[in-house]
């Protein structure tokens, strides 16, 4: 009984052998694209002899690069059983390095790169990915701590003072501290492009400048909303630090 062809067979077939070309390939939930990526990655390891670790297949899930390579090891086995003269040390070769090439997320593929090159990078060499939940303590615990840290610095309080004081509560600020820390690098890079440009054309403003808040400040601590989101922040001894109005940062009891 003869086997229907797919009627997209010719798409699969130049997506398996034209592997000195680009392409983008849309297509549903299985209709194929994982076997389509396996014969293409076959294709170069052994026809085009590019070495496994030096491909990198990136996926949107952990799970579909282990599918990835669970059955590219299949392919490569398979091919193993029929393969003659310099073929039998490509494949042998190509399995060796299965279980350290570059196939999962791109997350996981970021992390490798980071951490195969962290002078470059200007990273510690032991860095890790955080979940969702370490993540979310982490960020929490910075916020707390840059909280603080902007109490306690003379002129950003100025700026403290003024949001609080107008009606923006600590909720908001953590929130916004939150999105800002998301995208700090596009942040940073904006505020450096605004530096240069405000030195180039003879501009004043600075990223740390708070005389446009000085004529605010009496006035923020007039405002009883001032004392309505005042936040209590838990002291690693175990008491509470404030901020009070016009005062200080002072320590209160523990409870």
Do not use: C
């Not at 029929?82 to 060796?96: I, K, N, Q, W, Y």
């Not at 940073?188 to 605004?194: M, Y």
Request: glycine share 8%.
């Amino acid at each position: 009984m003869d086997e229907r062809l797919p009627v997209d067979q010719a798409a699969r077939d130049l997506i398996a052998t034209a592997t000195d070309r680009t392409l983008f390939v849309e297509a549903g939930a299985g209709a194929g694209k994982t076997k389509a990526l396996v014969d293409r990655i076959s294709r170069l390891v052994l026809h085009d002899r590019i070495p496994l670790s030096s491909i990198a297949a990136v996926t949107f899930t952990e799970k579909a690069g282990a599918e990835l390579r669970d059955r590219l090891r299949t392919s490569l086995e398979r091919s193993r059983r029929s393969a003659v003269g310099d073929h039998v040390a490509l494949v042998d070769a190509a399995l060796d390095d299965l279980d350290s090439a570059a196939f999962g997320t791109l997350h996981a593929f970021a992390l490798r790169v980071l951490t195969t090159y962290p002078i470059q990078s200007g990273l510690p060499p032991l860095v890790q990915v955080l979940d969702e939940v370490a993540s979310s303590v982490s960020a929490e615990a910075r916020w707390r701590s840059d909280y603080r840290a902007l109490l306690d610095d003379a002129e950003m309080s100025a700026a403290v003072l003024f949001a609080l004081g107008v009606g923006i509560k600590s909720d908001q600020l953590r929130s916004l501290a939150r999105a800002f820390g998301s995208d700090w690098d596009l942040i940073e890079a904006r505020v450096l492009h605004a530096r240069l440009h405000s030195a180039r054309h003879g501009g004043v403003a600075s990223a740390q400048d708070t005389r446009p808040l000085r004529g605010w400040r009496p006035r923020a601590r007039r405002r009883p909303a001032l004392e309505r989101n005042r936040e209590p922040l838990q002291d690693p001894g175990g008491g509470r630090r404030h901020r009070d109005p016009g005062h200080g940062l002072r320590q209160d009891e523990a409870r």
